[in-house]
């Protein structure tokens, strides 16, 4: 379900006919030996298409509007080769309506002393054609990315990267579409908000649908399909039944699976990528979902545990922008406040997603204070060490907000013998108490994505492309 299409990146120079048609003969093979170069590196999640020289305002137009009806093209990148006179550029840009990176480069990443003369600087005037073409961005307040620096360094390469990871994410993001297994949480306010804004301003489809219909789901699962998860399952963890009898034990394995296979059946058939549930809601569950979602979230889908539709939505988005690489639903579960030890301790009661596990998880099955149920089965894991960052969305009457800080992650200090969850820890870069005092101010809620492989500067870009907050807590 995680599956993207196999999105591309166009790529254009600017250029003018004052310098005669050599020079832009000229400008066009040093433009493909940049998208030769580039998608050469083995570094791009997603190729570069050249599509030519632009020098015309028709031109440009024309080039920008097949760009808005390609489904494939997820963003629009452009060099500004030569002097190329940006009011021919107005039109074009305008109708733009995916992300833009301006490469800001020159071809030759030195000035050639020896051999300079007019014809090199008639072809080569990316230093204030740079600054022409930015100029009419920035008039026109485009949310665009610009990337400087020579084409071949790597640090370049980088950052072109980084921002077509976000590119796609902002493309995928008007394909989000949660399902929200009953409302949220009695009496919370934190994951409340505007449906219809998130659609409008983020591309988010927000629906409901009574528990009661997944229970017809879950109730006609065939004991065969079960059988096969259970096998994989097997495989792919430990099970450890601890205090209970093998046939306790196998029963709430069983049933989590047979939500499992339930919830993803549902989703598939009404073309859902994200999903809610809400411990207040389970009429006809035996379980609250906890091994069930636990899987789905490996397997690519958003959640939101109770009911919080926003994180859900938004850890679908960042798992398309990390390629499900350890980006995951997470809550602020317990503090660690003495000097030198200062730490958030990450987990939720059931639903931590277990590509952060440093271990083999295990499937263990434990009582549950709340919702009133049975016993539900969850996979245990210890969380990983590493660079990450942390990040939350909040909804205010004026707009979104999304709130993030960077995060030194490390594994709990020792075991919890009577706390059965998977544990991450980490502490915010700038210092928990800094940290965590801004978080608080700007209204970020307790539930996060924390991913090991998204960049702080990458959720600035993001917020950038949908033009909403951001709070950078740094
Ligand atoms: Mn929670």
């Known amino acids: ?45 997603y190729k570069i298409v050249f599509k030519g020289v632009m020098t015309t305002a028709d031109g440009i137009t024309q080039f920008m509007k097949d760009a808005n009806y390609n489904d494939n093209v997820a963003g629009v990148m452009v060099w500004a080769h030569t002097f190329s006179p940006a009011k021919n ?36 005037q990316s230093a204030h054609g740079d ?54 949480m009695r009496d919370v306010a934190c994951t409340e908000g505007d449906k219809v804004e998130a659609q409008i301003k983020l591309g988010w489809t927000v629906d409901y649908y009574p528990v009661g219909d997944l229970v017809a789901y879950v109730d006609a699962v065939a004991e065969a399909d079960i059988d096969a998860e259970y096998a994989k399952l097997a495989e792919a963890y430990t099970l450890n039944p601890g205090h209970n009898t093998q046939e306790h ?18 989703l598939e058939d009404n073309g859902y990528n994200a999903f809610c549930t809400n411990f207040q809601t389970l009429l006809g569950l035996e379980e609250l979902p906890g091994l069930a979602a636990q899987l789905l979230m ?37 503090l660690d406040l003495r000097k030198g030890h200062e730490a958030i301790l990450g987990a939720h009661m059931l639903e931590v997603d277990p590509t952060i596990a440093s271990d083999k998880p295990r499937v263990e099955v434990h009582p549950l204070g709340i919702g009133d149920k049975d016993d539900p ?31 030194d992650c490390r594994k709990p200090e020792a075991e919890t013998p009577h706390l059965p969850v998977a544990k991450q820890l980490w502490t915010p870069k ?29 959720i600035v870009d993001l917020a950038t492309m949908f033009g909403i907050e951001m709070v950078d807590i740094q």
């Open 377 to 407: 089965a969850r996979l245990v894991f210890t969380g990983a060490e590493g660079d990450g960052i942390d990040v939350t969305i909040a909804d205010f009457r004026d707009g979104f907000r999304l709130i993030s800080y960077p995060v």
């Open 131 to 184: 600054r022409e073409y930015g100029y009419i961005n920035s008039r026109l307040k485009l949310n665009n990315k610009i990337v400087y620096g020579h084409w071949q360094d790597e640090e370049t390469t980088a950052e072109i990267a980084a921002w077509q990871d976000v590119a796609v994410a902002y493309n995928e993001s008007f394909n989000i579409r949660v399902c929200r297994f009953g409302d949220t």
């Open 298 to 334: 490996r397997d690519g889908y958003g959640f939101g545990a109770e009911g919080d539709w926003k994180l859900a939505a938004l850890t679908r988005l960042l798992k398309v922008m990390s390629h499900n690489d350890r980006t995951v639903f997470m809550e602020d579960y317990t």
């Open 89 to 124: 550029w107005i039109r074009g840009t305008k109708l733009l309506q995916k992300p833009l990176l301006h490469l800001a480069t020159q071809y030759l990443n030195k000035i050639p002393y020896d051999t300079i003369d007019f014809d090199y600087m008639n072809l080569h």
């Open 249 to 266: 034990f196998e029963h709430c394995v069983r049933y989590q699976l047979r939500e499992y296979i339930a919830i993803k059946k549902f």
């Open 1 to 45: 379900m995680l599956n993207v299409k196999d999105y591309e990146f166009w790529f254009v120079a600017g250029s003018q006919h004052l310098y005669g048609e050599e020079a832009l003969k000229a400008v066009e093979k040093n433009t493909k030996e940049i998208a030769d170069y580039l998608n050469g590196t083995g570094k791009l999640p």
């Open 430 to 458: 700038c210092g928990l108490k800094k940290g965590s005092t801004e978080w608080i101010k700007a209204g970020g809620e307790h539930h996060t994505v924390l991913s090991f492989t998204i960049t702080q500067q990458q």
